[in-house]
């Protein structure tokens, strides 16, 4: 089955311990993405990437770290969480040829809370 | 910034109309575009994706592309209640970074 899967589903944890969200595509896509989700801001990008060894920053990339050193693989990196990282995060992914990005798909969403 | 603008809502139609939705964007260089259906507290569920100009039809669904106006539209032919939900219109820049808007919550009434 083609699918995006993120772990862990939901985390709760304490300012400044750090911690990684994976994220995994079994589509061969080229191009990954990070998203938050906040309420009355809709979703916002946070980094992207456009092939292995290469990410570029979205709209909101304070904060997180990302790293694509696998073509099926796309960890987003808080190093230092704060409580403003209180969030629904998600994953998505995409084929892309040159400047087109093809049906972008989503995974189920990681429930953040840090205290 | 680069925008995509969306009426908030909530747009209420009755079982059977058909339900329009708009998007306009601001960046010229966007080249994709997609609609997404989210039920509240789920991921986006992928509606349509159109890139270029003029309608797009799939099942009860059509999306219309216009980038000289630089708007695109969503329209839900014989709305179903299970189509209440928030559409999120997204567009994809020349680089590849997606905008979304805030999306335009649908309510069907029976």
């Known amino acids: 089955e083609a699918q995006v899967t993120q772990n862990p589903r939901y985390l709760i944890t304490v300012t400044g311990k750090k911690l990684t969200v994976t994220c995994s595509q079994n589509m061969n896509h080229e191009y990954m993405s990070w998203y938050r989700q906040d309420p009355g801001l809709g979703l916002r990008q946070i980094y992207y990437s456009m092939n292995v060894e290469v990410t570029d920053k979205g709209d909101v990339p304070e904060g997180y770290k990302v790293s694509r050193k696998e073509k099926r693989n796309f960890p987003l990196i808080l190093e230092s969480p704060s409580p403003n990282q209180t969030s629904l995060y998600f994953c998505?992914?995409?084929?892309?040829?040159?400047?087109?990005?093809?049906?972008?798909?989503f995974g189920p969403g990681t429930r953040l809370t840090v205290t | 910034q680069k925008e995509v603008e969306q009426n908030s809502g909530p747009l209420s139609v009755p079982e059977g109309a058909i339900a329009s939705l708009n998007c306009t964007y601001s960046?010229?260089?966007?080249?994709?575009f997609f609609w997404y259906r989210q039920y509240s507290g789920k991921s986006p569920e992928l509606i349509m994706f159109i890139y270029s100009n003029g309608d797009k039809e799939d099942g009860r669904f059509t999306a219309q592309l216009n980038k000289a106006s630089q708007y695109v539209s969503l329209l839900i032919r014989d709305s179903q209640p299970s189509d209440s939900a928030t559409y999120l219109c997204?567009?994809?820049?020349?680089?590849?970074?997606?905008?979304f808007g805030t999306g335009t919550k649908l309510q069907v009434i029976p």
């Open positions: 998505a992914s995409s084929y892309s040829k040159g400047h087109l990005l093809y049906e972008q798909y």
């Open positions: 960046d010229r260089g966007s080249q994709s």
């Open positions: 997204a567009g994809g820049g020349g680089y590849q970074k997606v905008t």
